[in-house]
């Protein structure tokens, strides 16, 4: 082997590694300044961690219904909710009620004062629908919850127990009636399916059995609708208390009036064929 002048073995050993090396690998581009950098960019406000709700409003509306026959259209005749805050230590800070007067089929059944304990005297002093969702506005702008510019309302959802509440019950309702569904009533949260996610426990046999499945005393008679709105708060409470955060809704109405969330189209139908049995009987648990 031939040594040029002045270059020692291990130096011309090292070169001739070199050019073998970028022989075998001559194919490759040498490294530009964002293969060191990486795929990285600029973190937008759509990619940023959804903040959690600051307040809850619990809802479980009490409509009209037979065991006898057919009721129809739909009527709701309790409207109730229950405020959580939900900073740390979470806290519930009021509880909303009124009674609604059923229009088309005004007359209670026995059936239905017998399952909800709601009297023919409470509906006939109660007041329409659409006075009830004023109303409910006004206690909701009361607790800072809603602002007459909604864009600088606090953030917050309902929390139902199905979602036949406000997809069918409300919007059914508010469709006959030709009334505008308010915009805070687009989303909203089904307890039902993050309760199965949470405690790893089937939603089933009723709200009352799934109170009572997780220690919790069910307190007043079911399908009363202030009563069933507390113990769904209760759950909500637990959920809360043990780190859960509410950050997304698990449905709503999009832009096009359509209903999306999980399962949206099927779920729908079942919510529809739940509510459409609850004019006959009793609404879903």
């Given amino acids: 082997t031939k040594h040029t002048a002045g270059e020692s073995s291990s130096e011309q050993a090292g070169s001739a590694s070199a ?14 300044a964002k293969d060191v950098r990486g795929n990285r960019r600029c973190r937008k406000a759509l990619d940023a961690p959804l903040r959690p709700f600051e307040y809850l409003v619990v809802l ?6 037979d065991n006898k026959k057919k009721l129809h259209p739909l009527e709701i005749i309790e409207f109730p909710s229950v405020l959580i805050r939900t900073s740390f230590p979470p806290k519930i800070v009021s509880e909303f009620q009124v009674y609604c007067k059923p229009r088309v089929n005004p007359r209670l059944t026995d059936f239905c004062k017998e399952l909800t304990a709601i009297t023919q005297e409470m509906v006939d002093s109660g007041v329409f629908l659409e ?49 505008q569904r308010p915009s805070y009533f687009n989303n909203w949260i089904n307890l039902k399916l993050l309760y199965k996610s949470h405690f790893k426990k089937e939603a089933v046999g009723g709200l009352q059995v799934c109170v009572e499945r997780l220690g919790i005393a069910f307190e007043g008679r079911a399908h009363s609708g202030l009563v069933d709105s507390r113990n769904t708060a209760a759950i909500v409470m637990k959920m809360l208390q043990e780190g859960f955060q509410f950050r997304r809704n698990t449905r709503g109405f999009g832009p096009n009036g359509l209903v999306w969330g999980k399962n949206s189209r099927s779920g729908a139908e079942n919510e529809r064929n739940d509510g459409s049995q609850a004019m006959r009987s009793f609404k879903p648990d």
Avoid: Y
């Fill in 19 to 32: 050019r073998a090396l970028g022989q075998g690998w001559h194919f490759l581009k040498a490294p530009t």
């Fill in 60 to 65: 479980d509306f009490e409509w009209t219904c």
């Fill in 131 to 179: 006075d009830a969702i004023r109303m409910h506005r006004v206690w909701l702008e009361r607790h800072g919850v809603l602002r007459e510019s909604e864009a600088s309302s606090a953030s917050f959802t309902f929390v139902t127990w199905t979602d036949a509440d406000i997809m069918f019950a409300l919007e059914s309702e508010l469709s006959r009636l030709n009334l």
